[in-house]
């Protein structure tokens, strides 16, 4: 399984933020230049092999990236694009003991979703981590 501990982990290690600014869930009071990992829900059917379980050899991650950066619209877009980059180049991925096989970018570019309450600017990027399953 690839727990959403392990994403925040590979995405702190890309060092777009500091590892203290890169954080899971909820954090009432967002530290500015940093990145939220938030699990992202996915809708249809599971993907089971015919034989079930033990016959299935990948699972999906859904992950949301908020990018919450500071007032500056453009240093803001700037590290959601710098962040973009890292996840397409990527050639190979293996995260703790799982191997990733495919990263599917859901979004065409970092979405830009606006400032929250105290103005700071935010981007979002949607991704899919494809994974072989732990048997």
């Not at 501990?5 to 995405?11: L, N």
């Not at 290690?13 to 699990?39: E, P």
């Not at 453009?74 to 799982?98: C, M, P, Q, Y």
Request: charge should be negative; hydrophobic fraction near 35%.
């Amino acid at each position: 399984m690839l727990s959403l501990k392990d994403v925040r982990q590979y995405i702190s290690s890309l060092n777009i933020a500091t590892d203290d600014n890169v954080y899971m869930g909820k954090l009432d009071n967002k530290s500015q230049k940093s990145i939220g990992v938030y699990s992202r829900p996915s809708s249809g059917p599971a993907n089971i092999a015919i034989g079930g379980l033990e016959c299935t050899t990948y699972d999906t991650k859904p992950v949301s990236l908020l990018v919450h950066w500071n007032k500056s619209k453009d240093e803001t877009e700037r590290a959601a694009f710098e962040l973009f980059e890292k996840l397409r180049s990527v050639t190979s991925l293996t995260i703790g003991d799982t191997l990733i096989n495919y990263l599917h970018l859901m979004v065409p570019e970092p979405q830009d979703v606006g400032t929250d309450d105290a103005g700071v600017y935010e981007y979002v990027i949607w991704l899919d981590f494809i994974y072989e399953r732990n048997r």
